[in-house]
């Protein structure tokens, strides 16, 4: 591990020891309270920001503690609560554009409560009519005197129902009805100025709840992030933290249900024999098995080497989250009936869960897009090997 892991904060062992002390029985007590109430768990955060996790984790500035951040995902997806655990990289997201883009004091008073867990952070980001397209949005943050008026409204917005504060993408009109495409700006809202609709039911992650806000409101100029314009580069940042948790997170609920499956194959007996003596069963959970060690250790390496771009996230993003549909429902299959029963056994709940893993922070097709504008291709290879002969003189 690098030496400034331990000067940025505490070390990486005992940041991951300390949110081993959080996601203990009470933790686990409410998530499933949270899974049936339908409503994301404020004291989650709490308890994390209580414990100086998120301190810790941020003690060495904007730039993102990816040790740390590997730790704290793998360690929450291995709870196998897939809303709490997405609700938690949310608020953190948020945080990560918080520490980057706080340009007053008072976006830095709420960065400070967040990361001590008092205050809940959210994103509105998509539209209705725009998805992934964040180009697209149709809010507007008209200047009005010393602030902007800010309207519009938000399809999709996780933790809305108990957040504090929205950061808000928005189009900025500074002169009247100059309005120029692309002049994106981010707001720190407080939802007491919103209205905020009734939660979405969903396929699965039952316990973040999701629900659009609408909001027609003046805001002082302190509640834009940075200046007019670095909008979109704000929110890719925070983007690009959620897509690392997202891999995490993935990672720690791919190990612990792969244990348990194997678990099950070698007490489940049929046709004489454990299912783990079936080498058709043996095989397939070996396949998966090597393919989730290949996702942790490219996890580790990234942490190890500190260094993370937006499309490299966009990559391991996608390519864990299809893996994690994988391996949850093969896991699923294997468990038979009982998979497939929510009464028996949980299986069917975590498959559930992570569907949304291909679907937040940006669809496998808009970050496959991420991807390829990164491709170079080598032209001088190509030509060697398979440009046109020169013609023949005769």
């Known amino acids: 591990m690098p030496n400034n892991a331990v000067m940025n904060g505490s070390s990486v062992e005992n940041f991951c020891a300390a949110v081993e002390a959080v996601l203990d029985d009470g933790f686990r007590e409410m998530a499933a309270e949270a899974e049936r109430q339908g409503v994301f768990p404020r004291e989650v955060l709490a308890r994390l920001g209580a414990a100086g996790v998120f301190t810790d984790k941020w003690a060495g500035g904007y730039r993102f503690q990816l040790a740390k951040l590997v730790g704290l995902y793998t360690a929450l997806g291995a709870e196998c609560s897939g809303g709490v655990g997405v609700g938690v990289s949310l608020h953190d997201s948020a945080l990560a554009i918080l520490h980057r883009f706080a340009s007053s004091d008072h976006l830095r008073s709420l960065c400070a409560d967040a990361t001590a867990g008092t205050a809940v952070l959210c994103i509105g980001a998509s539209e209705q009519t725009g998805g992934s397209d964040l180009q697209a949005v149709r809010t507007t943050a008209v200047r009005d005197g010393s602030g902007y008026v800010l309207t519009g409204a938000k399809a999709f917005v996780s933790l809305s129902s108990v957040a504090d504060f929205a950061l808000v993408l928005a189009q900025c009109v500074e002169n009247g009805s100059d309005h120029r495409p692309g002049n994106l700006g981010l707001f720190a809202l407080p939802l007491t100025s919103a209205s905020v609709g009734e939660p979405y039911d969903k396929l699965g992650a039952n316990s973040l709840d999701t629900a659009p806000i609408e909001f ?158 990164g491709m170079k291709p080598d032209f001088n290879e190509y030509d060697a090997l398979f440009g046109e002969p020169e013609p023949r003189k005769e």
């Open 216 to 373: 027609d409101t003046w805001l002082p100029a302190e509640a834009l992030l940075g200046r007019p314009g670095i909008g979109l580069a704000a929110i890719t940042w925070g983007l690009t933290h959620e897509r690392l948790s997202i891999a995490a997170q993935v990672s720690g609920a791919c190990d612990r249900v792969l244990g348990l499956t194997v678990a099950r194959m070698m007490r489940r007996e049929q046709f004489g024999k454990p299912l783990f003596g079936h080498q058709a069963l043996r095989l397939r959970v070996a396949d998966l098995h090597a393919k989730v060690a290949m996702l942790r250790l490219a996890l580790q390496g990234m942490a190890a080497s500190e260094q993370i771009d937006v499309r490299t996230a966009a990559g391991l993003k996608v390519t864990a989250a299809r893996l994690g549909q994988e391996v949850v429902g093969e896991c699923l299959h294997i468990f038979g009936g009982a998979g497939y029963l929510t009464a028996e056994t949980p299986l069917a709940r975590w498959w559930q869960d992570m569907q949304l893993s291909r679907i937040g922070s940006g669809t496998d097709e808009v970050l496959w897009e991420v991807v390829a504008a």
